[in-house]
């Protein structure tokens, strides 16, 4: 389940795939009837879940035929696929393709004005000239997930307010338990992009990623990624995570936080159910909100998963766009994963207990100004540092382990806080 990343390269495929989008055969206001084909990541529930969505959706359109398509490695595939027409009826939007290029691979599923009041997560996410192109499978906190077993053999029964203290904290499971205080998914690489997923939470702030994209020192002390980045560090660097991160293993990892051999994970809200399923008790899992308290409360950003878009060059788009809003609107996958719902209507999932009775407070960023939508991470991407790819924060990883070389004698155990911000600095610059 993988959100985020991409590197120049394939910006710049997608960029040269920029004048190959389709027309508007089929159109959306054809009949409902005909086989569409969905592309999906979840190759785990694709023939048992799904299949029940599908006899739900047929059964209330006759004449209508689903075709799943299961992908495991769905960020590389479908991007090659890209480079075609053929990339399904209904695709989830992958995370490399930036917000200017929407238009070229997506149809419009209707305005911001006009889905905002009804859907959450239109009003920022996958949209172009106020037009939205995607509608999330499901919604997500930020924050980590645990076993809150393994946290009160340690003796923490509240949720950490600082840095300082979630340091603290770990190094008491260390000390009286034999559990891994943190870990870090670092072979996988996807795992640790979810870091930037704290982006406003730190802050508290909506805008957050606005001045992102205009500050030409994001990496000082005190502002948001000298913050996350610094925990990363400060927990890998002080052995806090397990002995050797090259060997980790994500489908493994389930099982141990599950059994209390792993104490925390720094995962969206997806992941609860996940590791709920694999735990020996359900209600050890619980999930903590980011140890930071701007104006005296824990934050957390929502923001949505993937989005179910439909491909421009669809020939049923009307089955298609049919499918979506089943999906969106009848489908209970969002509930069914622990998932905060698109649907405004439907209230946080009980997954989120834990968030609620800190006195979280939940909310989603800032629309961009027009014109800068994506504009931060283009930034980051020109300028090689993608700070939604896992490989950014592998180096950071990598550094706290002591795999730096040293420059003229400087200690470099901090080296992307000052190389990447100065990077970024000259972007913003030029």
Same mark, same amino acid.
């Given at each position: 389940m993988k959100k985020y990343g991409i590197a120049g390269t394939a910006l710049a495929l997608l960029l040269a795939l920029a004048g190959c989008g389709g027309d508007d055969e089929g159109g959306t206001d054809g009949a409902i009837s005909g086989e569409i084909t969905v592309l999906t990541q979840r190759t785990d529930i694709v023939n048992t879940v799904f299949q029940d969505y599908k006899k739900k959706f047929e059964a209330k359109y006759p004449g209508t035929s689903v075709k799943f398509e299961a992908i495991t490695d769905y960020?590389?595939?479908?991007?090659?696929r890209m480079n075609t027409k053929e990339y399904g009826d209904v695709l989830l939007i992958p995370n490399s393709v930036t917000d200017d290029l929407l238009s070229t691979f997506f149809e419009p599923l209707g305005t911001v004005d006009e889905l905002k009041d009804k859907y959450r997560f239109?009003?920022?996410e996958k949209i172009l000239d106020g037009k939205v192109y995607g509608l999330a499978l499901t919604g997500n906190a930020q924050g980590f997930v645990y076993n809150k077993k393994v946290w009160q053999q340690a003796g923490i029964t509240a949720p950490p307010k600082t840095p300082a203290e979630f340091l603290a904290a770990l190094t008491a499971i260390k000390d009286k338990t034999d559990a891994i205080p943190l870990y870090t998914n670092y072979k996988d690489g996807w795992p640790l992009s979810q870091w930037e997923s704290f982006r406003g939470v730190v802050s508290g702030d909506p805008d957050a990623a606005i001045k992102l994209a205009k500050d030409d020192a994001p990496w000082a002390p005190g502002k948001e990624h000298h913050v996350i980045d610094s925990l990363l560090f400060d927990i890998v660097q002080q052995g806090l995570t397990e002995p050797d991160p090259t060997t980790t293993n994500w489908?493994? /990892?389930k099982g141990m936080i599950g059994t209390g051999k792993v104490a925390t994970m720094m995962l969206g809200s997806w992941s609860i159910v996940q590791m709920q399923d694999a735990a020996t008790n359900k209600a050890d899992i619980g999930y903590l909100p980011f140890p930071m308290q701007p104006n005296g409360k824990f934050h957390t950003?929502?923001?949505?998963?993937y989005k179910n878009a439909i491909n421009i060059n669809s020939k049923n788009k009307a089955t298609a766009r049919a499918w979506i809003d089943w999906?969106?609107?009848? /489908?209970n996958y969002a509930v069914d994963q622990g998932g905060i719902s698109a649907l405004v209507s439907?209230?946080?999932? /009980?997954?989120?207990?834990?968030?609620?009775a800190a006195n979280t407070e939940f909310i989603e960023l800032s629309p961009p100004p027009k014109g800068e939508e994506g504009l931060a991470d283009k930034i980051g991407?020109?300028?090689?540092?993608?700070?939604?790819?896992?490989?950014?924060?592998?180096?950071?990883?990598?550094?706290?382990?002591?795999?730096?070389?040293?420059?003229?004698?400087?200690?470099?155990?901090?080296?992307?806080?000052e190389v990447v911000g100065r990077q970024i600095q000259d972007q913003v610059s030029g």
């Open positions: 960020e590389g595939e479908v991007r090659i239109v009003r920022n489908e493994q /990892s950003v929502m923001a949505g998963d999906f969106t609107d009848e /489908s439907q209230p946080m999932p /009980s997954t989120l207990a834990d968030l609620t991407n020109a300028a090689e540092i993608a700070l939604n790819d896992g490989k950014y924060r592998q180096r950071i990883v990598d550094a706290a382990r002591g795999g730096e070389e040293r420059d003229q004698g400087r200690d470099l155990r901090r080296p992307q806080q």
